[in-house]
Structure formats: C-alpha cells, structure tokens
C-alpha cells in the first residue's frame, strides 16, 4: 500500500489549505486514518482521526476548531480541511492509516504517505 498525500504549499497567515491523501487499498470498517505533523527537530505529532466506519473525528486541542477531518468512501481518500493557518502549523504533514480506528500514537500507524509540506508565513 502507497499513500499519496498532495495539497501542501505556502500560504499566509489566516489563510486555508486542503490536503487530500488517497491510495489505501481495500478499508475495512474497523481502519482508522488519521494526519500527523512533524516540524524539523520535532517528533512527530497527532493531529486528527477518523474512523473509516463510523465517521467519528477526534483532533488535537491545537487544531480544534481550525482543521477538519473527512473521508470519501467512494474514492477511498481522506482530506484534511485546514483553516485559520497559523506559522505553528509549518510541518510536513502525513495521513497514515491504523487498524486501531481510533489512535493519536504513530506508532500504531502501519501506513504512510511520503509527507507534503505545508509553510505558513506570519
């Protein structure tokens, strides 16, 4: 399984980004797949999830209310909405997926995509 993450950039601050990830492979209900981050020097951290079956959402407090989570069953991706950017969230972001449905650890993730950066500039 290759995961695709695309729709990283540069933007300003307040501005908005959408970040799409696809090439799954079959999904089951009880998948999760979830957006992690990492900044340079950083350890890499959670950022949503979403179970595959239910549609359930969780976020990281950092991101609540500014980012949303989604999938398309149909085409088998996920999407990351973000808005309301902020230079904190300068990261390359990465979608994984975990048979856990729900988990913020990533090590529980046994796929990733490459990683598509995302800058923001105050």
């Known amino acids: 399984v290759q995961l695709q993450a695309s729709g990283g950039g540069l933007v300003q601050a307040g501005g908005s980004l959408r970040l799409s990830c696809g090439g799954f492979?079959?999904?089951?209900?009880?998948?999760?797949m979830g957006w992690f981050r990492q900044a340079p020097g950083k350890k890499r951290e959670f950022v949503a999830n979403i179970r595959w079956g239910a549609g359930t959402t969780v976020y990281a407090d950092s991101v609540k209310g500014r980012f949303t989570i989604s999938r398309d069953k149909a085409n088998n991706t996920v999407s990351l909405q973000m808005n309301s950017l902020k230079p904190e969230d300068t990261a390359v972001y990465y979608c994984g997926r975990t048979i856990r449905g729900l988990s913020y650890s990533p090590g529980e993730y046994d796929f990733w995509g490459q990683g598509t950066q995302v800058t923001v500039s105050s």
């Open positions: 492979g079959r999904l089951f209900s009880s998948h999760g």
